[in-house]
Nanobody, 126 residues
Framework: QVQLVESGGGLVQAGGSLRLSCAAS????????ISWFRQAPGEEREFVAA????????LYADSVQGRFTISRDNGKNTVYLQMNSLKPEDTAVYYC???????????????????WGQGTQVTVSS
């Protein structure tokens, strides 16, 4: 069982930065791939970024490539999402999700993930 808690969201002006954190409980955190998804009002939840359980593989949505960076610290059971050059269209609730050693080909797929956090709101003003 893995429990996930996101933090770090808030209100920022366009062009600014935020760093989200996903803190996980459970003794086997280092065996889980972690992804970030986001959901804007009236929209489907969409993939943002993923990192493999050892951190050697990262994957990004085209819309955030070059602006967002995902990383993990297995010693702290935490995954981070550094978000730079934020745009108003990045406004959404951001969720982290965990899956036990999934194939990287499935990282973008919501049903890959067994555990989800409660989400943190990110609002980017223009």
């Amino acid at each position: 069982q893995v429990q996930l808690v996101e933090s770090g969201g808030g209100l920022v002006q366009a062009g600014g930065s935020l760093r989200l954190s996903c803190a996980a409980s459970g003794p086997t955190f280092s065996s889980y791939a972690i992804s970030w998804f986001r959901q804007a009002p009236g929209e489907e939840r969409e993939f943002v970024a993923a990192i493999s359980w050892r951190g050697g593989i990262t994957l990004y949505a085209d819309s955030v490539q070059g602006r967002f960076t995902i990383s993990r610290d297995n010693g702290k059971n935490t995954v981070y999402l550094q978000m730079n050059s934020l745009k108003p269209e990045d406004t959404a609730v951001y969720y982290c999700a965990a899956a036990y050693k999934p194939s990287p080909t499935n990282y973008r797929i919501k049903r890959t993930y067994d555990y989800w956090g409660q989400g943190t709101q990110v609002t980017v003003s223009s």
